[in-house]
């Protein structure tokens, strides 16, 4: 199933319970689409959007400022000055109620919202920090680089990544996590991956958008579909489970194994590394397009009184 965009797409998401999928256009518009198993993504009007439950919203600029919102007064009750360019992702803990942001400096950081404080930054990588996502039971944040590295960072200990993992051949600009163990990447040479983390290795690919670069991921609320946007301004739904059952052949693209032998032993240990000295900047980066603005909320906050 897919559906054409006609200007590009940068973001997606999901109806908590209901057949529906909005895109965000690099515009500013929102486009809504029903979507059923024997049709085409079919487009609706989109009225209003009206978040009625008590929530926070969290948004990443191209300055590198984390905004949190509170969607009840309408108003930022705290932001986290932490990165020196633009935010590329954020993902929300709950368990420990904080922030995880990468940003276009070629850093991560962990941001408390408990405290309200930064609790923590890595040191500046080579690459831009594009995406990620926390693995192993929250042992594990797994971070998208532009030259195609996966970056590992083990919990409390977020100074510097831990393993490195030279799979993709290009770079890595969305991930989505299947389970603990598995995740599906998005990346710029139009392949969507299956990706294993420790053991580090492509699974197989899944699907492609031709060589359009993919944008972003996402599950429908059953995670019967998976989601793709990409440049080539189309909305594409793929059923999760023919793809995970299905062969795979994508431009002769064959499984890859890990860059590094590093083995599943990290440590328990929950303690955050809260040194904030940073040793020196890179200098500006060039921005990744689309990746200005990120946020992270509950799908049925975004989606209520539709």
């Known amino acids: 199933m897919e559906a ?14 209901s057949p529906l999928v909005v895109t965000s256009l690099i515009t500013g518009e929102l486009c809504m689409f ?9 487009r609706n009007a989109i009225n209003r959007l009206v978040c009625l439950t008590e929530s926070t919203i969290a948004t990443g600029d ?10 009840r007064e309408r108003a930022c009750c705290n932001s986290f000055d932490v990165h020196d360019d633009y935010i590329s992702d954020m993902t929300y803990v709950a368990d420990s ?15 408390s919202l408990r405290r309200n404080k930064v609790r923590s930054r890595s040191e500046f990588s080579e690459d831009e ?37 030279l799979g ?41 958008h031709s060589e359009y670069p ?18 080539d301004k189309m909305l594409k739904l793929w059923d999760l489970e023919e793809l995970l059952n299905g062969p795979q052949v994508v431009n002769g693209d064959e499984p890859a194994e890990a860059g590094s032998s590093d083995s599943d032993d990290y440590s328990d240990d929950d303690v955050m590394d809260v040194d904030m000295a940073a040793t020196s900047s890179r200098g500006s980066r060039s921005k990744k397009a689309g990746k200005g603005q990120s946020s992270s909320r509950p799908a049925s906050d975004f989606f209520a009184d539709l």
């Open 62 to 71: 191209d300055d590198g400022c984390i905004k949190v919102w509170d969607t």
């Open 4 to 17: 054409l965009h006609e200007e590009l797409p940068f973001d997606l998401d999901f109806h908590p319970s």
């Open 214 to 231: 993919i944008e972003a991921l996402a599950f429908s609320n059953d995670k019967k579909y998976l989601g793709s946007i990409s440049h």
């Open 129 to 165: 920090l594009l995406s990620l996502v926390v693995m192993k039971n929250g042992k594990k944040v797994v971070c998208g680089t532009p030259s195609g590295a996966l970056l590992l960072y083990s919990w409390g200990y977020f100074k510097d990544c831990s393993d490195r993992f």
């Open 97 to 111: 109620n904080q922030i995880l942001a990468t940003s276009g400096d070629g850093t991560l950081s962990v941001n």
């Open 168 to 208: 993709h051949t290009q770079s890595v600009d969305t991930m989505l996590k299947l389970d603990e163990e598995t995740l599906v990447s998005g990346s710029s040479d139009g392949v969507i991956r299956l990706v294993g983390i420790l053991p580090n290795r492509i699974i197989q690919p899944l699907a492609e």
């Open 34 to 42: 029903r979507y059923g198993p024997e049709s085409q993504p079919e």
